[in-house]
């Protein structure tokens, strides 16, 4: 696991502890990447759930669709080769969560990362979907941008209506190595 694996577990931690036994769970995955939270939310969803996953890179696509099916517990997915901004035309139902790691794919080229006007377009496209208490994780790395994606998804964020949203930023304020930081938004019930 990367240097920053432990934020990945705690959004998937807080996944579980909110999701668990549940139901006709609906998740998305907007940056599969190497496929590790869509294994994750594709085994949460269970036999009646289901996961929605998406990336721009066919290697991200392929690796995501190898993981799945080897370690897989359920065929309730599907994988989409389109950017996230995109996700508008796949919704027809209400989600539960919604989970974005976004900058570039590790381990793969450094030129392809996210940028802010897509990512905020994509929230923009997923608020209404969500379910009462339902909640969008987005990890948000400062070091391909010297942060200008995570200023813009804050700014954006901080002017969510509070009555609707509940916005918590988390970040780690021991490291000096620019670490990962965490949004949650919450649908308030």
């Known amino acids: 696991m990367d240097k920053y694996g432990q ?41 009646s759930g289901c996961l929605i996953a998406f990336d721009i890179q066919e290697y991200a696509i392929e ?22 901004e995109f996700v508008g035309k796949y919704l027809t139902d209400r989600i539960d969560a919604a989970v ?8 793969y ?29 987005i990890t948000a790395y400062v070091t391909h941008d010297k942060g200008y994606e995570i200023s813009k998804i804050h700014e954006f964020l901080k002017n969510l209506d509070k009555v609707k949203y509940n916005v918590i930023h988390m970040k780690l304020l021991n490291k000096s190595n620019s670490p990962p930081e965490l949004f949650i938004v919450e649908q308030n019930a």
């Open 63 to 84: 690796r995501t669709k190898k993981l799945l099916k080897e370690k897989g517990k359920y065929k309730n997915y599907k994988i989409i080769k389109e950017g996230h």
């Open 100 to 107: 974005f790691n976004l900058g570039y794919l590790p381990q």
């Open 109 to 137: 080229s450094k030129e392809i990362v996210t940028q802010p006007t897509t990512t905020i377009k994509s929230l923009n496209s997923l608020l209404p979907y969500l379910k009462d208490q339902g909640r969008i994780y």
């Open 7 to 47: 934020i990945a577990k705690m959004v998937h931690f807080f996944i579980n502890n909110s999701y668990k036994g549940k139901d006709n769970l609906r998740f998305l995955d907007l940056t599969c990447g190497n496929g590790n939270d869509s294994l994750f939310l594709s085994n949460l969803a269970g036999k």
